[in-house]
C-alpha cells in the first residue's frame, strides 16, 4: 500500500527533473488531505531577485500534469497544485536550512527549554538562521547563538518584515 509520504517522495523524483528542465527546484512536495479533498501540492523555487511567479506555476503545472498522469502513483481522486514557497517559507529540510543561513526566522518548539536563557523559557522566538548541523537549528538572538534540537521544534519558518 502507498502511503501519503511515499507518494510525495514518488512525485518528488517525478517532478525534479521536470523541474531543473524548467530552471525551477523543488521546494517540497506534499499529498495531504484537506476538508474532503486530497491535495497533491508542488512547491518550486527559483534563485533569481524576482522568485515564483504565478505564470511559473502554470508552466510547472503543464509540464508536470502529463508526466504524473503517465506514472500514475495515486489511486484515487485529487487536485493538484503547483506553488511558490513564499518570502515566509517553512524549512524542513536541510538544504532548506542551509539555503535560508542568514535570513530572519521564527522558531516554534513543543516546550520551552529552560536552559537556553537566551530565549527566556519561551516556546516560541525570532533570530537569526545561523546554521544547521542535521541535528541542530543554530539561531542568534539578541547577540547570542542558541543552539536547538531540530526535533525539539514544531515549525520554523522565515520572516518578513512588512514594514
Not at 526566522?105 to 537569526?128: H, M, N, Q, Y
Not at 547563538?145 to 514544531?154: L, T, W
Request: charged residues 30%; glycine residues 8%.
Amino acid at each position: 500500500m502507498k502511503t501519503k509520504k511515499n507518494i510525495a517522495g514518488i512525485v518528488w523524483d517525478l517532478a525534479a527533473p521536470v523541474a531543473d528542465g524548467l530552471g525551477y527546484t523543488i521546494w517540497d512536495v506534499e499529498y495531504v488531505k484537506e476538508g474532503s479533498t486530497m491535495i497533491l501540492r508542488i512547491t518550486i523555487d527559483i534563485d533569481n531577485e524576482v522568485g515564483i511567479t504565478i505564470d511559473d506555476c502554470e508552466k510547472m503545472h503543464r509540464a508536470i500534469d502529463p508526466v504524473i498522469d503517465e506514472a500514475d502513483p495515486i489511486e484515487e481522486s485529487y487536485n493538484l497544485e503547483v506553488s511558490s514557497p513564499g518570502v515566509e517559507r517553512l524549512l524542513t529540510r536541510p538544504e532548506h536550512f542551509e539555503r535560508m543561513v542568514g535570513a530572519d526566522v521564527e522558531v516554534r518548539l513543543f516546550a520551552a527549554l529552560p536552559d537556553r536563557p537566551a530565549i527566556g523559557g519561551s516556546k516560541v522566538f525570532t533570530g537569526i538562521l545561523k546554521g544547521f548541523d542535521g541535528q541542530n537549528i543554530l539561531v542568534e538572538v539578541g547577540g547570542e547563538e542558541v543552539s536547538v534540537p531540530k526535533k525539539a521544534a514544531s515549525k520554523v519558518q522565515t520572516v518578513f518584515d512588512w514594514a
